[in-house]
């Protein structure tokens, strides 16, 4: 498994566990804890939720799979733009530290961008940390522009992550997001990193991982997994798809792989607008 060293210095696998979907159904309950139980076995100890994930369902599915091994998981979450104002936020942050039955998250994110001041949520997370609610917290979904007014109000090294969409499918932040905060040593969190599954069907993908004789799934991610500063949160409530996941954390795609996939998915040739789901 590689590691990222946040700015904050926490060190996190490259490799996490996605939790949108879970805690919507009573019925896949044990399956979706069971999933992320096997996950956090196999080195994927990064968990991402949100309070919109089941409207804190997810987050419950969560609380119970870490029970007992909390302090072998670094736990992620989200909150809504609208609750992220400057009492809003804390408010918010409690209530997914008791669904979640910890005492501090380890990073928190503004979800995306929403009309209450950034100075705000910012203040907000500010005290979350000085309280020891939060280790840390990041941003989700914005782009350039966003990352730079989030700069003229956040104090220097304070947001450590920026969580967006990035897939084989959707490339358009190695463009301009991607080397920029890279650069300022802000870690991106790939999310949706298979595409939601669609991008599994694709026939150049399904050839190239079948001479491997590996998943899909694994050469998708190891695909993402290529930067350094970039964490992966695929999200798999099937066992198979857990280890398949897994396994892409010891793969490293050689040139002519890499090329071959930048012929069937290409790169962008200019700058686009942030694709977010
Ligand atoms: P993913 O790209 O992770 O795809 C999930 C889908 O792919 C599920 O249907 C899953 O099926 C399937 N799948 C997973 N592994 C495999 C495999 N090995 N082979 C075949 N199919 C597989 O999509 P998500 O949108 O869930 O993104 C991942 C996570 O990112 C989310 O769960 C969430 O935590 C975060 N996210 C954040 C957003 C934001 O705005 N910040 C927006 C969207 C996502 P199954 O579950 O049945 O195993």
Not at 12 to 35: C, H, N
Request: hydrophobic share 45%.
């Amino acid at each position: 498994m590689r590691f990222v060293t946040l700015r904050n210095g926490a060190r996190v696998p490259a490799l996490g566990l996605g939790t949108w979907v879970m805690g919507e159904r009573r019925g896949s309950r044990s399956a979706e804890i069971k999933a992320l139980q096997l996950g956090i076995d196999l080195g994927m100890t990064l968990i991402d939720t949100a309070e919109m994930y089941g409207e804190g369902g997810a987050e419950e599915v969560v609380g119970e799979a870490i029970a007992g091994r909390r302090d072998t998981v670094f736990v992620v979450s989200k909150v809504y733009p609208h609750n992220a104002s400057r009492d809003g936020a804390v408010a918010a942050c409690e209530r997914s530290l008791r669904r979640l039955r910890i005492d501090t998250l380890d990073l928190y994110l503004l979800h995306w961008r929403g009309s209450i001041p950034l100075a705000e949520t910012v203040e907000a997370f500010e005290k979350l940390k000085a309280d020891g609610k939060i280790r840390a917290w990041g941003v989700s979904n914005f782009d350039p522009a966003d990352m730079t007014e989030l700069s003229m109000v956040a104090p220097e090294g304070a947001c450590v992550a920026n969580q967006v969409l990035y897939h084989l499918g959707s490339r358009g932040i190695e463009w301009d997001l991607l080397p920029e905060t890279g650069a300022q040593g802000i870690a991106v969190m790939a999310y949706s990193p298979l595409g939601q599954g669609r991008i599994l069907s694709d026939p150049v993908l399904k050839a190239m991982a079948a001479n491997r004789g590996i998943a899909a799934a694994t050469l998708a991610l190891g695909w993402v997994l290529r930067h350094d500063n970039v964490i992966a949160i695929p999200k798999a409530a099937k066992l198979d798809h857990v280890r398949a996941n897994a396994a892409a954390a010891d793969l490293t795609l050689d040139a002519a792989e890499l090329a071959a996939l930048d012929e069937a998915f290409p790169p962008p040739g200019r700058a686009t607008p942030l694709e977010m789901i």
